[in-house]
C-alpha cells in the first residue's frame, strides 16, 4: 500500500558545500535522479557550492537530497541546505 506522503509531488532547492565542485558531482546527481525518476537540475555556484533543484514523489526526492549529503567518490560534502520551494513543473534533470 502506498501512503500518500509517497504519492505527494514536491520540490526542494539544496545547497551543497565543500569539495563539490570537479568532482563529477553535478553528473551524478543527474543520474541518481534519472534513475529515482526525479527532475529538476544541478548547477556550480560561483561560492563553489552545487545547487540541486529537484522535484518528484516526496520519497524520491528524500532518496536524491540523501544521496548529495555523500555525492561520488571524490566528493568530501561538508554541508546540504534544504529549503521547501514550489515545484515548477520540470520534465527532466538537467546540469547547468
Same mark, same amino acid.
Given at each position: 500500500?502506498?501512503?500518500?506522503?509517497?504519492?505527494?509531488?514536491?520540490? @526542494? *532547492? =539544496?545547497?551543497?558545500? &565543500?569539495? %563539490?565542485?570537479?568532482?563529477?558531482? /553535478?553528473?551524478?546527481?543527474? @543520474? *541518481? =535522479?534519472?534513475?529515482? &525518476?526525479? %527532475?529538476?537540475?544541478?548547477?556550480? /555556484?560561483?561560492?563553489?557550492?552545487?545547487?540541486?533543484?529537484?522535484? &518528484?514523489?516526496?520519497?524520491?526526492?528524500?532518496?536524491?537530497?540523501?544521496?548529495?549529503?555523500?555525492?561520488?567518490?571524490?566528493?568530501?560534502?561538508?554541508?546540504?541546505?534544504?529549503?521547501?520551494?514550489?515545484?515548477?513543473?520540470?520534465?527532466?534533470?538537467?546540469?547547468?
Amino acid at each position: 500500500m502506498t501512503s500518500k506522503a509517497a504519492e505527494q509531488h514536491v520540490a @526542494r *532547492r =539544496a545547497v551543497v558545500t &565543500g569539495r %563539490v565542485q570537479g568532482v563529477w558531482f /553535478r553528473d551524478s546527481a543527474r @543520474r *541518481r =535522479a534519472e534513475s529515482l &525518476g526525479v %527532475v529538476g537540475w544541478a548547477r556550480n /555556484r560561483p561560492d563553489g557550492a552545487v545547487e540541486v533543484w529537484a522535484e &518528484g514523489p516526496q520519497e524520491l526526492v528524500k532518496a536524491l537530497l540523501e544521496y548529495c549529503r555523500e555525492g561520488p567518490a571524490r566528493a568530501a560534502v561538508e554541508s546540504v541546505s534544504v529549503d521547501d520551494v514550489t515545484p515548477a513543473g520540470l520534465e527532466s534533470f538537467e546540469v547547468r
